[in-house]
T-cell receptor
Framework: DAKTTQPNSMESNEEEPVHLPCNHS???????IHWYRQLPSQGPEYVIH???SNVNNRMASLAIAEDRKSSTLILHRATLRDAAVYYC????????????FGQGTRLTINP | DTEVTQTPKHLVMGMTNKKSLKCEQH?????MYWYKQKAKKPPELMFV???????INESVPSRFSPECPNSSLLNLHLHALQPEDSALYLC?????????????FGAGSRLTVL
């Protein structure tokens, strides 16, 4: 499985934007970029995914580099409820069944 | 229904007990997953079922026995566990086939082995 690299931790302030980076230099042409997050004492939850183009949804935006070797999850206006561990994961588009978690980024939001 | 339901939420068992964890979804997903998560670590994949057949076993010890009786249910049978098996066990489901196949996770079953 292609690997991803994320910073262990990041800190931001409430109501400010947060940019969470992810490097995936060995990404293949059929890999989707998925982001999940895990709030304390909960199971992981889906945030967003993309293949080549930037994506927006109600939770976040995903900016994908032109060479697809890196991506950035953007939380436009962080709240205290966004404090979580954020995982960037590559998943093959061809119906592959594995979703393998890396270490993720622990995001702390200061009031 | 957009949820994955796991029961029980908490389970304490001795090393000689036999118990089961249950997982249910009604989203029409044909892939179901078991993950194990230790404190402060990422979830680790254990098993994957596709169309009710075991498709991936990540070299999990035989004291963990998965079962998928139908497309909505997934069980994890536990027998002769060790204290180091204490962890949060997460169930997830997704569609199969070409596409993103986003996973939906349950809240987990927290297992303590005494």
């Amino acid at each position: 499985d292609a690997k991803t690299t994320q910073p262990n931790s990041m800190e931001s302030n409430e109501e400010e934007p947060v940019h969470l980076p992810c490097n995936h230099s060995t990404i293949s042409g059929t890999d989707y970029i998925h982001w999940y997050r895990q709030l304390p004492s909960q199971g992981p939850e889906y945030v967003i995914h993309g293949l080549t183009s930037n994506v927006n949804n109600r939770m976040a935006s995903l900016a994908i580099a032109e060479d697809r070797k890196s991506s950035t999850l953007i939380l436009h206006r962080a709240t205290l409820r966004d404090a979580a561990v954020y995982y960037c994961i590559l998943r093959d588009v061809k119906g592959a069944q594995k979703l393998v978690f890396g270490q993720g980024t622990r995001l702390t939001i200061n009031p | 229904d957009t949820e994955v339901t796991q029961t029980p939420k908490h389970l304490v068992m001795g090393m000689t007990n036999k118990k089961s964890l249950k997982c249910e979804q009604h989203m029409g997903h044909r892939a179901m997953y078991w993950y194990k998560q230790k404190a402060k670590k990422p979830p680790e994949l254990m098993f994957v079922y596709s169309y009710e057949k075991l498709s991936i076993n990540e070299s999990v010890p035989s004291r963990f026995s998965p079962e998928c009786p139908n497309s909505s249910l997934l069980n994890l049978h536990l027998h002769a566990l060790q204290p180091e098996d204490s962890a949060l066990y997460l169930c997830a489901s997704s569609h199969l086939g070409i596409g993103a196949n986003v996973l939906t996770f349950g809240a987990g079953s927290r297992l303590t082995v005494l």
